[in-house]
């Protein structure tokens, strides 16, 4: 059985991975929900809305979404004032978005899980010398580094 506190935790871990890839964009969700800035919206401009389809969607679905999205934006807002500067140095050589977070073997070259996870994909080489990846394993930088 799922206990609340277990069923909190899952939500935080889900918004965690979700809010750190760097394909997730909030703005998606926020288009969805036919929300757009003051800037780009026009009168006679229409905007795709989940609002419009009550044929296919319920309005608790529509809820739902609208929770999830205050969530996460809730949780990105959080992160970006508890997460400490980084150095240059420490992020990802391909993106430049996320931290380093994974290291192939066997030519020990870094970048985030992301960018190695979607390169894996469709390639086995490494990124920088070529070498057929045969392992990621998880990165941490060394203390006092």
């Not at 939500?11 to 929900?33: E, G, M, N, T």
């Not at 970048?111 to 894996?120: R, Y």
């Amino acid at each position: 059985m799922l206990t609340a506190g277990k069923a909190a935790l899952m939500i935080a871990r889900a918004a965690s991975v979700l809010l750190s890839d760097p394909c997730f964009q909030l703005h998606s969700i926020q288009h969805l929900l036919g929300e757009t800035e003051a800037s780009t919206a026009g009168a006679d401009h229409k905007h795709f809305s989940l609002h419009a389809y009550t044929d296919y969607i319920s309005a608790e679905e529509e809820q739902k979404v609208e929770q999830m999205l205050a969530f996460l934006t809730e949780e990105s807002k959080q992160a970006a004032a508890t997460t400490a500067p980084t150095s240059e140095d420490d992020l990802c050589p391909i993106c430049y978005a996320h931290s380093i977070s994974a290291i192939f073997k066997p030519c020990s070259h870094k970048s985030c899980k992301a960018c190695i996870n979607q390169h894996l994909m469709n390639n086995k080489d490494c990124f920088f010398c070529k070498a057929t990846i045969t392992g990621v394993e998880d990165y941490s930088k060394p203390a006092g580094s």
